[in-house]
């Protein structure tokens, strides 16, 4: 054989040899495992409009898949997992435990991220700020992003009204107008009142809205310092002691038996409702309350005053690799994608649920869902952005902070306490959590 045809028969063989790893290299790519990305959700209709969104994403993705598991929704359950090192990737955490999951290291600080890919601006600007600030932020950083919204609000009975001679609400009403309204509804048959002016589901709700409405607070966000000794708090208290003396407002009691509240109401029995949202559902399915129950537009407590309303949040937060290091390019692209406008419509749309964004409710798919119904519609764009956050939660021991006030509001519509004692028990018992959250902060 001649040099030259030996030498094009090597270069032949070593060709042949790198297409054949290149081939080896190429069908071992494809073929590789997409790496899975694990999302907690808590409820089930919740994991519902989660699945949608990963749906989606998983379409166009063949390297990163989105599962969605049903976890039960506790804290603990998310803590012990992260303990024990089985912990996932993204979780769907709430308000009221973030600040807690926050302060023991389980949340990713998602600031640098969010402003390392351009969306920090953005983002801050399309979330509802009481949203923000209802325990989403700490010492100025994000931790989770605010993912659905739930808000304490006003019902009424539009034939009830109609029937008392009372106009329905309507857009920038005050409080004074709803409160002179209340003795032409209630109608009273010697010591029992047959229609009640004001009905609230619980009586933890009455304080909460009463207390939003008049931009009272639990405690100052600059100085972590209980505020229920201000004149706020103590006009919010009033109203509340002034209307139940006057049989105007029942609260006491009627959240028992199996939500009797809820029956009074969808019977028929009650102008105005004191409760949360996620009533509507119900109501909207009654076929007796569905011909006459409205939702109240955004109520001021005075003139000039912003309308405001008690909220909560569900969040999406990513959870802390073990031993700290960064988080992954896989899950934070799926992350990325599920706190979208994209993945938030599709994801309250299938959830049935009200968005934290502003933007998702100019989204089509959004906006077909919202107009089915004018009271969610109402809901999502009057009443949500109202929310309030900072003062009333946002902090860790949230809960124990809200139990404490919601217990002592019970035992003062009960007329167990009076509100020297609330203002006092309640600084009290407030100003031991506060103390170690500032202690928290100068560390």
Known sequence: MSKVNSSSARMTIVTLTLSWLMVILMVAVTSAEPVNVTVWGSNDYR???????????????????IEVVLDGGAPDRIITAVAGGA?????????????????????????????????????????????????SVWNGNIYSIPLDAQAIMLYYNEHLLQESGVAAPAAGWVWPELEESLP???????????????????????????????????????????????????????????????????????????GESVNMF??????????????????????????????????????????????????????????????SDEVWEAFKYLISTEAMSIYGAEAGLLTTRRSVIEQPRYGEYIAQSEATRVIASEIIPFSAGGGITGVPYTSEIQGAFQRLTVQYLRGEIGLTQVVEQFSTEAGVFLDEIRGMTSR
């Open 47 to 65: 994991v519902v409009g989660l699945e949608a969104a990963a749906q989606a994403f998983n379409a166009q993705s063949e390297h990163v898949q």
């Open 87 to 135: 912990a996932p990737d993204i979780i769907v955490g709430a308000h009221s435990w973030d600040p807690d999951f926050i302060i023991n290291g389980l949340l990713v600080n998602l600031s640098p991220l969010l402003e390392r890919d351009g969306l920090l601006d953005a983002l801050r600007a399309d979330v509802f700020p009481g949203l923000w600030d209802a325990g």
């Open 184 to 258: 032409k509804i209630r109608r009273q048959m010697g010591s029992e009142i047959s229609t009640h002016a004001l009905v609230a589901n619980h009586q933890s709700h009455v304080g909460t809205f009463f207390l939003s409405q008049n931009h009272a607070t639990l405690f100052d966000t600059a100085t972590l310092k209980p505020t229920a000794n201000t004149a706020e708090f103590r006009a919010a208290y009033g109203s509340m002691s002034d209307l139940t003396q006057r049989d105007l407002m029942r609260s006491g009691g009627v959240e028992l038996s199996g």
């Open 266 to 327: 969808a019977q028929g029995d009650v102008g105005f409702y004191i409760s949360g949202n996620f009533r509507l559902p119900a109501f909207e399915g009654d076929e007796t309350a569905r011909e006459f129950t409205k939702v109240a537009p955004a109520l001021r407590w005075a003139p000039g005053m912003e309308p405001r309303y008690y909220g909560s949040t569900r969040t999406l937060a990513l959870i802390r690799p073990d031993g700290g290091g960064p988080v």
